[in-house]
């Protein structure tokens, strides 16, 4: 994914918020280097020079609890000169958050204070793997 994004790309996501460049780039990067069991499939539902529509589906056991996670994600892309220049995934947070945290997840999956809680992390997560 990292080679297809533009030098300016605009990610978002309900785990990730909004990630610009780099930064998008390196989400991917440290998503693949830190999963022993990522399994990742995809359909194309739509697709012109411009943009895609695809469904894609991972599955991977989230590090944190030892819980497997099978996550279903609507992803949009806009592509500009074969580059995707902005690309928005969305997934039910909720429903993922209960896979990858079991009851605390279920409980708390829903709230924007947990999504909030999860962006914070994430972030934070993503500057250790940058600065390693």
């Not at 605009?10 to 990630?19: H, K, R, S, T």
């Not at 460049?21 to 499939?41: F, H, K, P, T, V």
């Not at 469904?55 to 099978?70: C, D, I, L, P």
């Not at 992803?75 to 220049?85: F, P, Q, R």
Request: charge should be positive; proline fraction near 2%; glycine fraction near 6%.
């Amino acid at each position: 994914m990292a080679a297809c994004y533009h030098e300016s790309i605009v990610f978002n996501d309900p785990a990730f918020g909004q990630l610009k460049g780099q930064d998008a780039r390196d989400m991917w990067r440290m998503l693949c280097q830190n999963s022993e069991d990522l399994r990742i499939s995809y359909r194309i539902l739509e697709e012109s020079p411009d943009h895609a529509k695809v469904h894609w589906e991972a599955n991977y056991t989230f590090s944190k609890t030892g819980r497997t996670v099978h996550n279903i994600i609507r992803a949009e892309m806009v592509i500009k000169n074969d580059k995707i220049v902005k690309h928005t995934d969305r997934f039910d947070l909720h429903r993922w958050a209960s896979q990858a945290m079991g009851w605390k997840g279920k409980l708390l999956g829903w709230t924007q204070f947990f999504k909030k809680k999860l962006q914070e992390q994430t972030g934070r997560l993503l500057r250790k793997f940058q600065n390693s």
